[in-house]
């Protein structure tokens, strides 16, 4: 999926996105809740320790 298309799921513009994936922005709990729902991953998913760099978005 494109990073554009990532952000107009989440409303926000796409150089928030890549912001977001380079770890240079927080994200939100609304905006990980709208992640974990576009990626039909469970929000838990992305908050255990056990979540690796190769499942990153």
Same mark, same amino acid.
């Given at each position: 999926?494109? /990073?554009?298309a990532? &952000?107009?799921?989440l409303?926000?513009?796409?150089?928030?996105? &890549? /912001?977001?994936?380079?770890?240079?922005?927080?994200?939100?709990?609304?905006?990980? #809740?709208?992640? &974990?729902?576009?990626? &039909?991953?469970?929000?838990? #998913?992305?908050?255990?320790?056990?979540?690796?760099?190769?499942?990153?978005?």
């Amino acid at each position: 999926m494109t /990073q554009e298309a990532v &952000a107009g799921r989440l409303g926000v513009s796409r150089s928030t996105v &890549a /912001q977001m994936e380079l770890g240079n922005r927080a994200v939100t709990s609304l905006e990980l #809740d709208r992640l &974990a729902t576009l990626y &039909a991953r469970d929000i838990r #998913d992305f908050l255990s320790d056990d979540f690796l760099e190769e499942d990153a978005l």
